[in-house]
């Protein structure tokens, strides 16, 4: 009975404070957002959707840890300091990953190629079991918060064809 009181408690506390900025589709058509004029996607040349389960974004060729950055952009948004930003990623493979992800507000591309070199951000590290979720989180300071109009993830990884990122969200 305990368990049941805190999923309602925690289901309630996450529905409340939060806010989708992407899920990604199985593809392009199933994305899903809820925060108006963030409705743009941006992929890696080498990132692909996932046409399994539980859909996602995942690279799909390629090896090097810098081939892999997926995000959304709309209209400023102001983020304050303790807000975050919370990432949702799915392991398909039968392997445990561990990992540290890496977020950006200014920079559109892979961190440190392309046009823009902006500044990019540890994520707290996550271990991912197989065929199982785990959220990384970014949470805004006083030096970080601001306003942007961009959210751009790398899961700065060698997670081809492993791991997708699934959900990018915004915890007010």
Not at 19 to 33: D, H, P, R, S, T
Not at 47 to 69: C, D, F, L, M, P
Request: hydrophobic share 35%; with cysteine; proline share 2%.
């Amino acid at each position: 009975m305990k368990l049941f009181y805190l999923f309602l408690l925690y289901s309630f506390t996450i529905s409340a404070e939060t806010k989708l900025l992407v899920k990604f589709g199985k593809n392009a058509e199933q994305n899903q957002y809820r925060v108006p004029k963030w409705n743009t996607v941006i992929l890696d040349k080498y990132v692909r959707y996932i046409n399994r389960q539980h859909g996602g974004v995942w690279t799909h060729v390629g090896s090097a840890e810098k081939y892999n950055h997926q995000g959304i952009y709309g209209n400023d948004i102001s983020f304050k300091v303790g807000q975050e930003i919370i990432v949702k990623w799915y392991n398909y493979s039968n392997t445990v990953i561990t990992f540290t992800p890496k977020i950006s507000f200014d920079d559109p591309d892979r961190m440190y190629e392309g046009d823009i070199n902006g500044t990019w951000y540890k994520m707290t590290s996550i271990t991912i079991q197989p065929k199982k979720y785990a959220y990384s989180k970014f949470t805004f300071t006083k030096r970080t918060q601001g306003t942007y109009f961009l959210i751009n993830i790398a899961s700065a990884a060698k997670t081809t064809q492993k791991v997708a990122c699934t959900h990018i969200i915004w915890r007010q």
